[in-house]
Protein backbone atom coordinates (compact mmCIF):
# COMPACT_ATOMS: atom_id res chain seq x y z
CA UNK A 1 0.00 0.00 0.00
CA UNK A 2 1.10 3.37 -1.11
CA UNK A 3 2.73 5.94 1.48
CA UNK A 4 1.97 9.50 0.53
CA UNK A 5 5.52 11.67 0.30
CA UNK A 6 4.18 15.19 0.66
CA UNK A 7 7.11 17.56 -0.32
CA UNK A 8 8.48 19.47 -3.39
CA UNK A 9 10.92 18.17 -6.17
CA UNK A 10 13.59 20.47 -6.32
CA UNK A 11 16.53 21.18 -9.20
CA UNK A 12 19.75 21.11 -7.02
CA UNK A 13 22.40 23.28 -7.91
CA UNK A 14 25.55 22.19 -5.43
CA UNK A 15 28.69 23.96 -5.53
CA UNK A 16 31.60 23.81 -3.19
CA UNK A 17 33.77 26.04 -1.63
CA UNK A 18 36.98 25.17 -1.03
CA UNK A 19 37.31 27.61 2.60
CA UNK A 20 35.68 28.16 5.62
CA UNK A 21 32.61 30.59 5.88
CA UNK A 22 33.50 31.42 9.42
CA UNK A 23 36.98 32.95 7.96
CA UNK A 24 35.26 34.94 5.41
CA UNK A 25 32.27 36.40 7.45
CA UNK A 26 33.23 39.38 10.07
CA UNK A 27 30.17 39.35 13.17
CA UNK A 28 30.88 42.75 13.72
CA UNK A 29 29.85 43.33 10.04
CA UNK A 30 26.77 41.67 9.42
CA UNK A 31 24.66 44.41 8.68
CA UNK A 32 26.36 45.19 5.45
CA UNK A 33 26.83 41.70 4.57
CA UNK A 34 28.51 41.72 1.09
CA UNK A 35 30.19 37.84 0.21
CA UNK A 36 31.12 36.31 -2.38
CA UNK A 37 32.49 32.57 -1.89
CA UNK A 38 34.50 31.08 -5.04
CA UNK A 39 32.95 27.46 -5.79
CA UNK A 40 35.27 25.68 -8.78
CA UNK A 41 32.86 22.79 -8.51
CA UNK A 42 29.57 22.62 -9.42
CA UNK A 43 26.67 19.89 -9.95
CA UNK A 44 23.26 19.84 -11.30
CA UNK A 45 21.49 17.27 -8.79
CA UNK A 46 17.52 16.06 -8.29
CA UNK A 47 16.48 16.49 -4.78
CA UNK A 48 14.12 18.17 -2.81
CA UNK A 49 12.95 16.52 0.31
CA UNK A 50 9.65 14.51 -1.22
CA UNK A 51 12.18 13.32 -4.08
CA UNK A 52 14.95 12.52 -1.74
CA UNK A 53 12.51 10.70 0.70
CA UNK A 54 10.56 8.65 -1.98
CA UNK A 55 14.19 7.79 -3.66
CA UNK A 56 15.32 6.60 -0.39
CA UNK A 57 12.48 4.83 0.77
CA UNK A 58 12.16 3.17 -2.83
CA UNK A 59 15.45 1.27 -2.26
CA UNK A 60 14.37 0.10 1.05
CA UNK A 61 11.45 -1.59 -1.05
CA UNK A 62 8.68 0.28 0.20
CA UNK A 63 5.81 1.96 -2.31
CA UNK A 64 6.28 5.59 -2.00
CA UNK A 65 3.65 8.00 -4.18
CA UNK A 66 4.74 11.48 -4.58
CA UNK A 67 2.46 14.01 -3.80
CA UNK A 68 3.72 17.67 -5.15
CA UNK A 69 3.90 19.98 -8.25
CA UNK A 70 6.39 20.96 -11.25
CA UNK A 71 6.57 22.77 -13.73
CA UNK A 72 7.58 22.87 -17.64
CA UNK A 73 11.20 21.65 -16.83
CA UNK A 74 10.04 18.38 -14.96
CA UNK A 75 11.12 16.03 -18.16
CA UNK A 76 14.36 15.08 -16.63
CA UNK A 77 13.52 14.69 -13.43
CA UNK A 78 10.34 12.76 -14.38
CA UNK A 79 12.55 10.18 -16.41
CA UNK A 80 14.68 9.77 -13.46
CA UNK A 81 11.79 8.81 -11.26
CA UNK A 82 10.32 6.57 -13.68
CA UNK A 83 13.53 4.53 -13.82
CA UNK A 84 13.49 3.93 -10.34
CA UNK A 85 9.10 2.95 -10.24
CA UNK A 86 8.38 5.45 -8.26
CA UNK A 87 4.54 6.44 -8.65
CA UNK A 88 3.60 9.82 -9.80
CA UNK A 89 -0.32 9.80 -9.86
CA UNK A 90 0.24 12.88 -7.54
CA UNK A 91 2.13 14.81 -9.16
CA UNK A 92 0.76 17.86 -11.01
CA UNK A 93 2.66 19.44 -13.99
CA UNK A 94 2.19 23.54 -14.30
CA UNK A 95 3.30 24.46 -17.30
CA UNK A 96 3.56 28.25 -16.78
CA UNK A 97 5.62 27.82 -13.87
CA UNK A 98 9.15 26.16 -12.95
CA UNK A 99 9.81 23.30 -11.08
CA UNK A 100 11.65 24.55 -7.38
CA UNK A 101 15.37 25.07 -8.10
CA UNK A 102 17.60 25.69 -4.92
CA UNK A 103 21.34 26.67 -5.00
CA UNK A 104 23.69 25.00 -1.95
CA UNK A 105 26.88 26.04 -1.61
CA UNK A 106 28.90 23.60 1.25
CA UNK A 107 32.22 24.78 2.62
CA UNK A 108 34.73 22.26 4.09
CA UNK A 109 33.21 22.42 7.61
CA UNK A 110 30.43 20.68 5.93
CA UNK A 111 28.26 24.02 6.42
CA UNK A 112 26.05 25.22 4.06
CA UNK A 113 24.64 28.20 2.17
CA UNK A 114 21.37 28.20 0.05
CA UNK A 115 18.68 30.04 -1.82
CA UNK A 116 15.90 28.50 -3.13
CA UNK A 117 13.05 29.29 -5.25
CA UNK A 118 9.83 27.74 -4.63
CA UNK A 119 8.13 27.77 -8.33
CA UNK A 120 5.35 25.11 -8.24
CA UNK A 121 5.93 24.16 -4.67
CA UNK A 122 3.33 26.69 -3.79
CA UNK A 123 1.17 25.00 -5.60
CA UNK A 124 0.97 21.94 -4.23
CA UNK A 125 -1.88 22.26 -1.89
CA UNK A 126 -4.40 22.34 -4.67
CA UNK A 127 -6.30 19.07 -3.82
CA UNK A 128 -3.76 16.71 -4.82
CA UNK A 129 -4.08 14.58 -2.16
CA UNK A 130 -7.74 14.44 -2.58
CA UNK A 131 -7.23 12.48 -6.06
CA UNK A 132 -5.64 9.53 -3.69
CA UNK A 133 -8.33 7.45 -2.70
CA UNK A 134 -5.82 5.12 -0.64
CA UNK A 135 -3.39 6.41 1.61
CA UNK A 136 -1.99 4.25 4.37
CA UNK A 137 0.58 6.58 5.69
CA UNK A 138 2.01 9.86 5.00
CA UNK A 139 5.06 12.57 5.57
CA UNK A 140 4.78 16.37 5.41
CA UNK A 141 7.76 17.38 4.64
CA UNK A 142 9.07 20.79 4.98
CA UNK A 143 7.19 23.58 2.16
CA UNK A 144 5.46 26.31 1.43
CA UNK A 145 3.14 27.28 4.92
CA UNK A 146 0.24 26.83 3.31
CA UNK A 147 0.93 23.50 1.70
CA UNK A 148 2.11 21.99 4.70
CA UNK A 149 -0.99 23.76 6.87
CA UNK A 150 -3.36 22.13 4.07
CA UNK A 151 -1.71 18.62 4.18
CA UNK A 152 -2.06 17.97 7.73
CA UNK A 153 -5.75 19.37 7.35
CA UNK A 154 -6.42 16.59 5.07
CA UNK A 155 -4.65 14.05 6.51
CA UNK A 156 -5.45 14.46 9.45
CA UNK A 157 -9.26 14.73 8.76
CA UNK A 158 -8.94 11.17 6.65
CA UNK A 159 -7.42 10.17 9.66
CA UNK A 160 -4.33 8.83 7.80
CA UNK A 161 -1.04 8.23 10.07
CA UNK A 162 1.18 10.82 9.00
CA UNK A 163 5.11 12.23 10.23
CA UNK A 164 4.45 16.35 10.85
CA UNK A 165 8.00 17.62 9.69
CA UNK A 166 7.76 21.14 9.73
CA UNK A 167 11.70 21.88 9.50
CA UNK A 168 12.41 25.54 8.02
CA UNK A 169 9.16 26.20 7.55
CA UNK A 170 8.74 26.26 11.63
CA UNK A 171 8.93 29.99 12.03
CA UNK A 172 6.87 30.91 9.58
CA UNK A 173 4.11 29.45 11.77
CA UNK A 174 1.98 31.71 14.24
CA UNK A 175 1.90 29.86 17.58
CA UNK A 176 -1.81 28.71 17.29
CA UNK A 177 -1.42 27.29 13.92
CA UNK A 178 1.47 25.31 15.35
CA UNK A 179 0.06 24.13 18.53
CA UNK A 180 -3.05 22.51 16.56
CA UNK A 181 -0.44 21.04 13.43
CA UNK A 182 1.29 19.21 16.21
CA UNK A 183 -2.45 18.02 17.88
CA UNK A 184 -3.55 16.86 14.46
CA UNK A 185 0.02 14.66 13.89
CA UNK A 186 0.69 11.14 14.08
CA UNK A 187 3.99 11.52 15.13
CA UNK A 188 6.63 14.77 14.95
CA UNK A 189 10.07 14.93 13.47
CA UNK A 190 12.53 17.41 14.28
CA UNK A 191 16.30 18.89 15.02
CA UNK A 192 17.45 20.39 17.95
CA UNK A 193 17.47 24.10 16.51
CA UNK A 194 13.28 22.91 14.87
CA UNK A 195 12.48 21.60 18.51
CA UNK A 196 13.40 25.21 20.70
CA UNK A 197 11.84 27.40 17.92
CA UNK A 198 8.63 25.05 18.69
CA UNK A 199 9.26 25.23 22.39
CA UNK A 200 9.54 28.71 21.98
CA UNK A 201 6.50 29.51 19.79
CA UNK A 202 3.81 27.12 21.61
CA UNK A 203 4.80 27.18 25.35
CA UNK A 204 5.69 23.84 25.73
CA UNK A 205 8.63 21.93 26.42
CA UNK A 206 9.75 18.61 25.05
CA UNK A 207 7.47 16.11 27.49
CA UNK A 208 4.43 18.16 26.75
CA UNK A 209 5.36 17.96 22.90
CA UNK A 210 6.02 14.23 22.76
CA UNK A 211 2.42 13.67 24.70
CA UNK A 212 0.45 14.97 22.37
CA UNK A 213 2.21 12.78 19.81
CA UNK A 214 2.57 8.92 19.30
CA UNK A 215 6.51 9.93 18.78
CA UNK A 216 8.52 12.61 18.63
CA UNK A 217 11.97 12.33 17.23
CA UNK A 218 14.77 14.28 17.59
CA UNK A 219 17.66 14.32 14.91
CA UNK A 220 20.98 15.18 16.80
CA UNK A 221 23.37 15.34 13.36
CA UNK A 222 26.69 13.23 14.34
CA UNK A 223 24.77 12.50 17.55
CA UNK A 224 22.34 9.98 16.85
CA UNK A 225 18.71 10.81 17.77
CA UNK A 226 16.27 10.72 20.43
CA UNK A 227 12.74 9.25 19.38
CA UNK A 228 10.15 10.26 22.68
CA UNK A 229 7.12 7.21 22.54
CA UNK A 230 5.59 7.90 26.18
CA UNK A 231 7.43 8.39 28.86
CA UNK A 232 10.04 6.49 27.34
CA UNK A 233 13.49 7.96 25.62
CA UNK A 234 15.60 5.84 23.26
CA UNK A 235 18.33 6.92 22.32
CA UNK A 236 19.70 6.20 18.33
CA UNK A 237 23.47 5.98 18.42
CA UNK A 238 24.67 7.47 15.09
CA UNK A 239 26.25 4.90 11.94
CA UNK A 240 29.69 5.74 10.81
CA UNK A 241 30.46 6.90 6.87
CA UNK A 242 33.04 5.25 5.63
CA UNK A 243 34.03 8.79 4.00
CA UNK A 244 31.86 12.17 4.34
CA UNK A 245 31.22 13.10 0.58
CA UNK A 246 28.02 15.38 0.43
CA UNK A 247 25.61 15.72 3.55
CA UNK A 248 23.10 17.33 1.00
CA UNK A 249 20.03 14.87 1.82
CA UNK A 250 20.65 13.01 4.80
CA UNK A 251 18.01 13.99 6.87
CA UNK A 252 15.81 12.86 3.77
CA UNK A 253 17.42 9.60 4.08
CA UNK A 254 16.99 9.08 7.74
CA UNK A 255 13.12 10.20 7.23
CA UNK A 256 12.71 7.19 4.23
CA UNK A 257 14.13 5.05 6.88
CA UNK A 258 11.95 5.67 10.17
CA UNK A 259 8.87 5.23 7.62
CA UNK A 260 9.88 2.04 6.48
CA UNK A 261 10.75 0.68 9.86
CA UNK A 262 7.06 2.31 11.17
CA UNK A 263 4.88 0.90 8.19
CA UNK A 264 6.71 -2.42 8.62
CA UNK A 265 6.27 -3.00 12.43
CA UNK A 266 10.10 -2.52 13.51
CA UNK A 267 10.47 -1.56 17.03
CA UNK A 268 11.57 2.11 17.95
CA UNK A 269 15.17 1.04 18.65
CA UNK A 270 15.34 -0.48 14.90
CA UNK A 271 13.22 2.08 13.33
CA UNK A 272 15.85 4.29 14.73
CA UNK A 273 18.80 2.43 13.37
CA UNK A 274 17.74 1.69 10.18
CA UNK A 275 17.58 5.85 9.80
CA UNK A 276 20.67 6.35 11.08
CA UNK A 277 22.41 4.13 8.67
CA UNK A 278 20.30 5.97 5.72
CA UNK A 279 21.34 8.63 6.63
CA UNK A 280 25.53 7.72 6.87
CA UNK A 281 24.98 5.84 3.33
CA UNK A 282 24.10 9.24 2.01
CA UNK A 283 26.89 11.16 3.28
CA UNK A 284 28.78 8.36 1.60
CA UNK A 285 27.65 9.83 -1.80
CA UNK A 286 27.41 13.56 -4.07
CA UNK A 287 24.06 14.33 -3.97
CA UNK A 288 20.99 13.29 -2.83
CA UNK A 289 19.80 10.38 -5.21
CA UNK A 290 23.14 8.73 -6.07
CA UNK A 291 23.48 6.10 -3.65
CA UNK A 292 22.35 2.41 -4.51
CA UNK A 293 22.06 -0.70 -2.69
CA UNK A 294 20.39 -4.47 -2.78
CA UNK A 295 18.45 -5.55 0.76
CA UNK A 296 21.01 -8.00 1.63
CA UNK A 297 24.35 -5.16 1.45
CA UNK A 298 22.21 -3.29 3.50
CA UNK A 299 21.70 -5.83 6.13
CA UNK A 300 25.00 -6.99 6.18
CA UNK A 301 26.14 -3.29 7.02
CA UNK A 302 23.54 -2.36 8.92
CA UNK A 303 25.07 -5.55 11.30
CA UNK A 304 28.47 -4.14 10.99
CA UNK A 305 27.03 -0.77 12.17
CA UNK A 306 25.28 -2.19 15.62
CA UNK A 307 26.71 -5.57 15.55
CA UNK A 308 23.48 -7.78 14.74
CA UNK A 309 20.90 -7.95 11.43
CA UNK A 310 17.72 -5.76 11.35
CA UNK A 311 14.92 -7.33 13.31
Avoid at 190 to 196: F, I, M
Avoid at 214 to 224: C, H, Q, W
Amino acid sequence: MPTAICGPLVYDTIMTFHGQFKNNILPDQMHILNVTFLAPKLRREFGGCGGNIAYNLKLLGDDPLLVTAVGQDFGPYRAHLEKHGIRLEGVRVINEQFTAQCFITTDLDNNQIASFHPGTSANAHESLLRSIPQIDFAIVSPSEPQVIEQCVGELAARKVPFIFDPGPATAAFKSNTLRAMIDRSTYVIVNEYELNMIKNRTGWDTKDIASRVRSLIITLGPKGSHIHVNKTVHHIPPAHACQIIDPTGCGDAYRAGLIFGITNGRDWPTSGRIASLMGALELEHPGSQNQHFERAQFAAKYKQQFGHKPD
